[in-house]
T-cell receptor
Framework: GAGVSQTPSNKVTEKGKYVELRCDPISGHTALYWYRQSLGQGPEFLIYFQGTGAADDSGLPNDRFFAVRPEGSVSTLKIQRTERGDSAVYLCASSSPAGQMSSTDTQYFGPGTRLTVL | GQNIDQPTEMTATEGAIVQINCTYQ??????LFWYQQHAGEAPTFLSY????GLEEKGRFSSFLSRSKGYSYLLLKELQMKDSASYLC???????????FGAGTQVVVTP
């Protein structure tokens, strides 16, 4: 079946602009995660949704970052007043088939959106 | 935060074996994952350990010692396509968010 998809694959913007990044999880997965990955580093956790609600947003770096998942499926990560330091690959992952929360809960990642802030 | 340490780079010859070590802080541990990531691509799941011991999956095996805060990923019969970054990730609570190491770049040479 289809994996996690993310759009756009690349986004170039100017400092100070607003951007939206979209994630479409694996069908039926109730948990959705956003991470960001800088060059030469591992992914860094941003926010986690269980269904429509943000269960843990402790990784969001500041109030310029916000994410929503209004219908419990597609999620959008929104970044206001972008800064050059926001440049990174933003990864989305999903896990746990509906109705199950097993201890494995393997997270399956999408291909990411490469954000470049000029 | 909880530091997750793994070597930056390892080089090995095609057909050989490579062992990638990962150490982590043990407090709150709730599972360890290994992912493979080719340049410019998404991380792909390789293995999961939550109990002590060895998990084997074809050419790849992963070991965990919870008391030592230590895991390793063993890659056998290396192939050129195994050249990639290998990420160690630890879950510290029941919600599932992962803390990743910086990754180990494995270079397979002919």
């Amino acid at each position: 079946g289809a994996g996690v998809s993310q759009t756009p694959s690349n986004k170039v913007t100017e400092k100070g602009k607003y951007v939206e990044l979209r994630c479409d999880p694996i069908s039926g997965h109730t948990a959705l995660y956003w991470y960001r990955q800088s060059l030469g580093q591992g992914p860094e956790f941003l926010i986690y949704f269980q269904g429509t609600g943000a269960a843990d947003d402790s990784g969001l770096p500041n109030d310029r970052f916000f994410a929503v998942r209004p219908e419990g499926s597609v999620s959008t990560l929104k970044i206001q007043r972008t800064e050059r330091g926001d440049s990174a690959v933003y990864l989305c992952a999903s896990s746990s088939p509906a109705g199950q929360m097993s201890s494995t809960d393997t997270q399956y990642f999408g291909p990411g959106t490469r954000l470049t802030v000029l | 935060g909880q530091n997750i340490d793994q070597p930056t780079e390892m080089t090995a010859t095609e057909g050989a074996i490579v062992q990638i070590n990962c150490t982590y802080q043990t407090s709150g541990f709730n599972g360890l994952f290994w992912y493979q990531q080719h340049a410019g691509e998404a991380p792909t799941f390789l293995s999961y350990n939550v109990l002590d011991g060895l998990e084997e999956k074809g050419r790849f095996s992963s070991f965990l010692s919870r008391s030592k805060g230590y895991s390793y990923l063993l890659l056998k019969e290396l192939q050129m396509k195994d050249s990639a970054s290998y990420l160690c990730a630890v879950r510290y609570d029941s919600w599932g968010k992962l803390q990743f190491g910086a990754g180990t770049q494995v270079v397979v040479t002919p």
